[in-house]
């Protein structure tokens, strides 16, 4: 795992290093390929085409104050999984400061939503506290063979909400695992197969991996944000979905900024 002391210590380098990356073939205007680059630390500039372009907005940093040494210090906590306190005291930056970027960085982060076929499990489970008016439901689906999830907000618990989710998250033909809740027992009836277990008897076993998911939600809800908020479920869905089926990007934050660069 990629550290804050395996970093480069100013700007400049940092800067060189995230170039190196982003253009491995070496670095060239987005327009004609001119090779002719002036490098700046706010932006680069084609000698060639006399046109700049900024780094930090193809990242996902446009309008940032940041320094270079302050992105990467940044996107390594992140992928380290630290909490956010744990963040502001590596990085000296603000609670909303980091905030603010992360929830634009995980609107970039790469999500599959194809179907999933074959033998899957279903459930859904609820994040927030009903008390305080800050509950909602989330749908999921897990792969067996694969371990591959889908991740969804619904608006209920009724049966067209989970049929419209399986139709865009589940292959119909699919053998289906689910819990005794009334809106599981039609499944059948749309085209799937179902194997039905009821936890009020203790029967637990063919939805283990989707109630493992819900503890690894939870918990990564809890380390991720202080306390939740609805406004940034999609972002956290999101980024959990990506760091379980693309854990290869998050082991160094050069190869994350790589993969989150949009072409100009």
């Known amino acids: 795992m990629y550290t804050l002391a395996d970093l480069p210590k100013d700007d400049q380098s940092c800067l060189n290093q995230v170039l190196a990356v982003i253009y491995p073939a070496g670095l060239t205007c987005p327009w004609q390929s001119h090779p002719n680059i002036h490098v700046r630390l706010k932006y680069l500039w084609c000698g060639t085409c006399r046109r700049k372009w900024s780094l930090k907005k193809q990242v996902g940093f446009g309008s940032s104050k940041l320094g270079w040494r ?11 999984k630290q909490s956010p306190g744990d963040i502001i ?3 000296g930056l603000s609670y909303w400061t980091i905030q603010r970027w992360l929830e634009r960085l995980r609107s970039r982060l790469p999500v599959d939503q194809g179907q999933l076929v074959g033998l899957l499990e279903i459930d859904q489970s609820y994040l927030g506290r009903q008390k305080y008016g800050n509950q909602h439901i989330v749908m999921g689906v897990v792969d067996r063979e694969t371990n591959l999830i889908r991740l969804a907000e619904i608006a209920d618990c009724e049966q067209d909400s989970i049929e419209a989710f399986l139709d865009q998250y589940a292959e119909l033909g699919s053998l289906i695992h689910a819990d005794a809740h009334a809106s599981h027992l039609a499944f059948e009836d749309v085209g799937y197969g ?3 277990c009821n936890h009020s008897h203790g029967h637990f076993g063919p939805t283990n991996r989707i109630e493992c998911v819900w503890i690894c939600v939870e918990r990564f809800t809890r380390r991720t944000r ?3 908020m609805h406004q940034f479920l999609p972002g956290l869905l999101r980024e959990f979905q990506a760091r379980r089926s693309h854990p290869e990007l998050f082991k160094c934050p050069f190869t994350l ?5 949009v072409p100009l």
């Open 194 to 196: 179902l194997v039905i």
């Open 89 to 91: 005291t590596s990085t």
């Open 257 to 261: 900024l790589k993969s989150m660069a």
């Open 226 to 228: 202080d306390r939740f």
């Open 70 to 80: 302050q992105i990467l210090e940044l996107v390594t906590c992140w992928s380290g």
